[in-house]
C-alpha cells in the first residue's frame, strides 16, 4: 500500500528529485501511519529517528513558550515533509507535531537514507536542492509577514486551497480557525477581522467554507502594494 502513496512522495520537496532506484529502495522501509485527529505524531525534546511525509489531512508543528501559550510553528499537508532537519543528525525534534485533521502519514526512517547517501553520494546532491527549496518557501513565508496585510494573507491562503482557475470558487477550510490564524501569524481575532475585510474582495465565510465571488479579483488583492491594501484594509 505504502508503494500506491509513491507518487505523493514524489511530490515532496525532500524526494523529488532522488533518482527511482534510490526512491524504490527506500519505499521498501516505509511504513504507512493513520492518525486521528489530536493525535500526537512527536514531541517536542523527543530524539528524531524519522522523516514524515503526508499522504492525507494536515499536521502542525507547534512550541510551547515558557507561558504556556502555544506558537504555531507550520502547517503541513499533501507531499509535504517535515522532521528531516533533525532526523539526519539524530538530534531532538525542536517542535511538537500534532495531527490538525485525520490523517495517514508516510514514515521513512533517518538512517535508511543516510545509509542511501552512504552507498550513493550523488544522492546527497538532491537532497541538497530539496534542502534550498526548503529554504526558499521560508524566505516566501517571511516576505509574506513582512510586506502584506492580513487580509492579504487570507487572501493567499484562500487561493492556495482554491480549486478553480478562475470565476466562483468555494473553498472548504482545512482546520480551525485558531489554527489558520496562527500559521499565518496572525491572532484569531486579527483573523476575523481579516475576513471581515475581504467581503470588499468578494469573499464570505458560512460556517467552515469561503465562498469567492471571482478568483481573479481576489488574486489582484491578494498581489497588489501593500501600501494601497492598507488604504483598503
Not at 535508511?112 to 552512504?118: E, K, Y
Not at 493567499?156 to 501569524?185: H, N, Q, T, W
Request: proline share 4%; glycine share 6%.
Amino acid at each position: 500500500m505504502v508503494h500506491a502513496l509513491q507518487p505523493v512522495v514524489r511530490q515532496s520537496l525532500l524526494l523529488s528529485n532522488v533518482p527511482e532506484a534510490a526512491l524504490e529502495r527506500i519505499m521498501a522501509h516505509a511504513r504507512l501511519r493513520t492518525m486521528d485527529r489530536g493525535a500526537t505524531v512527536f514531541l517536542q525534546g523527543e530524539t528524531a529517528t524519522a522523516i514524515y511525509i503526508v499522504a492525507e489531512g494536515w499536521v502542525k508543528l507547534y512550541r510551547i513558550a515558557p507561558n504556556g501559550a502555544e506558537a504555531v510553528v507550520g502547517v503541513f499537508t499533501r507531499g509535504d515533509s517535515f522532521g528531516e532537519a533533525v532526523a539526519f543528525k539524530s538530534d531532538p525534534y525542536p517542535v511538537s507535531a500534532e495531527c490538525a485533521t485525520d490523517c495517514t502519514l508516510v514514515r521513512i526512517e533517518a538512517d535508511v537514507i543516510v545509509r542511501l547517501i552512504r552507498e550513493e553520494p550523488e544522492l546527497a546532491v538532491s537532497l541538497l536542492s530539496a534542502t534550498f527549496l526548503h529554504l526558499h518557501r521560508l524566505v516566501s513565508q517571511i516576505e509574506q509577514l513582512k510586506a502584506q496585510t492580513g487580509a492579504q494573507r487570507v487572501a493567499e491562503f484562500l487561493l492556495d486551497l482554491a480549486s478553480c482557475a478562475e470565476g466562483a470558487c468555494e473553498v472548504v477550510l482545512p482546520y480551525d480557525k485558531v489554527l489558520i490564524a496562527g500559521r499565518l501569524g496572525m491572532k484569531p481575532e486579527s483573523l476575523s477581522r481579516a475576513f471581515a475585510k475581504l467581503r470588499d474582495q468578494g469573499v464570505r465565510i458560512r460556517q467552515n467554507v469561503a465562498v469567492i465571488d471571482d478568483i481573479a479579483v481576489l488574486r489582484d488583492y491578494a498581489d497588489e502594494d501593500p501600501a494601497m491594501a492598507w488604504t483598503k484594509a
